[in-house]
């Protein structure tokens, strides 16, 4: 079975300052993770996915996360917020060589960024 | 925009109500989901199909009627729905068996039964 914790339902940052957003998993398998970000009234859009080789993956928008497997965990980050990047941010652990496995991603709960000017 | 479309973008229905959501995609993927994300809980997985064939059910109850009549379609039927069943419901489509596989989402439909 796979869960995905994120910690921290909300975070709150200036315009310009690091994001961070945590994100830890298990799963009995090597996992397939990934970031999804949901912008008010829209669907989800995929914003980094990781499968295999490099641990630290860079998606869209300057956000970038690193797989460490010592620590179970799947961190996303960027090194300064802009007040577009206010939305939900949703991690996703898959154990499907195909990335989704006919969609059955285990998501987190979600964490809603603030950005403040 | 990201080629899956969904209507109605909002909904209101009473619960002796029989209604439809409609989804559509434009990707020219072979795989189909409906997804339920109802406040502080983690998106659900509902049904999936896969070349119009459904692949997944993950125990949602009869009240929820999917149907695929092809590749680039997905209704999902609501009839005598519950309060609880209140949610925004996503369609999301992918090419499933194919390395740059990722889910594309729509914008969902805000579903709202009193």
């Known amino acids: 079975a796979q869960s995905v914790t994120q910690l921290g339902s909300h975070v709150s940052v200036s315009e310009g300052a690091l994001v961070l957003l945590r994100c830890n998993y298990s799963?009995?398998?090597?996992?397939?993770l990934f970031w999804y970000v949901q912008y008010p009234n829209q669907g989800l859009q995929l914003l980094l996915k990781?499968?295999?080789?490099?641990?630290l993956v860079k998606g869209i928008n300057g956000f970038e996360a690193e797989f460490k497997k010592s620590e179970t965990s799947f961190h996303l980050t960027k090194p300064s917020a802009h007040m577009s990047d206010a939305a939900e941010y949703f991690c996703a652990v898959s154990d499907s060589v195909f990335g989704t496995s006919y969609g059955k991603l285990t998501f987190g709960q979600g964490t809603i960024l603030t950005v403040h000017p | 925009e990201t080629g899956v479309t969904q209507t109605p973008r909002h909904l209101v229905m009473g619960m002796t109500n029989k209604k439809s959501l409609k989804c559509e995609q434009h990707?020219?993927?072979?795989?189909m989901y409906w997804y339920k994300q109802s406040a502080k809980k983690p998106l659900e997985l509902m049904f999936v199909?896969?070349?119009?064939?459904?692949?997944e059910n993950n125990s949602v109850p009869s009240r929820f009627s999917p149907e695929c009549p092809n590749s680039s379609h997905l209704f999902l039927h609501l009839h005598t729905l519950q309060p609880e069943d209140s949610a925004l419901y996503l369609c999301?489509?992918?090419?499933?068996?194919?390395?740059?596989?990722?889910?594309?989402f729509g914008s969902g439909t805000q579903l709202s039964v009193l």
């Open positions: 990781y499968t295999t080789g490099a641990t």
């Open positions: 799963s009995s398998v090597p996992p397939y």
């Open positions: 199909y896969s070349l119009e064939e459904r692949v």
């Open positions: 990707l020219g993927h072979n795989a």
């Open positions: 999301a489509s992918s090419q499933v068996f194919s390395e740059r596989e990722k889910l594309f």
